[in-house]
């Protein structure tokens, strides 16, 4: 039902942006010169422009059911071939930062919660702080002097040279800078203060200090009973954070000249590519109402009393 809203608002709007987009095609095969009005009516009624609007979100729908989008304006080639190109590598960056979020968060946020040394504790909660107030453009960019232009220890973007194989290491290699600035450009100093909270909360409950006290190993103490419940507030908004952590990632990829979507979204955008626009916005609305629903899922396996309450 929301993907089918989705798709009703992101085609309506779109189709009814400013611009021609016959005029556009013609105008750039034409090397940007003005083309005869004829021959963009002509392209009009080819692609079907002319049509009610309604006419031409059934005959969109009925075709995307099928995997088909259509055929870019701007290429000529079919839309899926071009999701296919792009959406994996968005879907790896994304990925990539989603597990290093979680490996992060939770390292950084146990000790936050566990250590005994205030300056240790304060210096975290402090460096969260500036981290959470920073944009995720300037962090990237910080990121992008420091690894590619002082130490010079990553590369600055693109995947790959030319001619150059693109074997898992190079992908890595190539990977972990942008990985890395949408880690920490997008909600990592929030996820650690939600995991700081919930164990700190838990640290001496009476339940944890009687698991001590039957001698079981820090290790179970830390993971059975403070970290798993701590896990809760804190995989909740990593489900809802997931369309943030997107549009991140359509961001970094300009910045870091990644070949995901987002580059293709916003040539498309810049372009009146429509179909492209819009098979770019409803796939990414599937990928976060997925992810949503996987987080509610994780959420209910974390936390037995949401999985025992009543429902309906």
């Known amino acids: 039902m929301v993907v089918a809203a989705l798709s009703v608002l992101c085609f309506g709007l779109v189709s009814l942006a400013p611009g021609d987009p016959a005029a556009e095609i013609l105008e750039a095969r034409n090397g940007g010169r003005p083309v005869p009005a004829a021959a963009v009516a002509a392209l009009r009624a080819e692609m079907g422009l002319d049509d009610p609007l309604p006419a031409r979100y059934a005959r969109w729908a009925g075709d995307a059911l099928r995997g088909d989008f259509g055929v870019s304006y701007l290429t000529g080639r079919p839309v899926s071939e071009t999701l296919a190109d792009t959406v994996p590598w968005t879907l790896l960056l994304t990925g990539a930062a989603t ?22 504790r304060r210096g975290i909660e402090t460096a969260m702080f500036v981290l959470g107030g920073m944009p995720g453009f300037v962090s990237a960019l910080l990121l992008l002097y420091l690894f590619a232009a002082v130490w010079r220890v990553l590369p600055s973007g693109g995947l790959g040279r030319p001619g150059e194989p693109l074997t898992p290491g190079v992908v890595l290699t190539y990977l972990a800078l942008p990985a ?29 200090e009687n698991a001590r006290v039957r001698g079981l190993s820090r290790w179970t103490v830390t993971t059975r009973h403070l970290l798993r419940p701590g896990l809760v507030p804190f995989t909740a908004r990593l489900g809802v954070g997931v369309g943030g952590l997107i549009a991140g990632a359509y961001a970094t990829e300009v910045i870091f000249s990644w070949p995901g979507v987002g580059r293709q979204a916003i040539e498309a955008a810049r372009s009146h590519d429509y179909p492209v626009l819009v098979a770019v916005v409803l796939v990414t609305g599937v990928v976060v109402v997925l992810a949503n629903l996987l987080g509610e899922l994780a959420v209910a396996r974390l936390d037995p009393r949401i999985r025992r309450s009543p429902r309906g």
């Not at 979680?102 to 240790?120: I, S």
Request: cysteine-free; aromatic content about 8%; overall charge positive.
């Open 99 to 120: 597990v290093l979020s979680v490996l992060g968060a939770v390292a950084v946020g146990l000790v936050a919660a566990l250590t005994r040394r205030a300056w240790l």
């Open 180 to 208: 890395l600035a949408l880690t920490f450009g997008h909600h990592f100093g929030t996820y650690v203060r939600l995991i700081q909270s919930g164990v700190g909360r838990l640290r001496d409950a009476p339940h944890v």
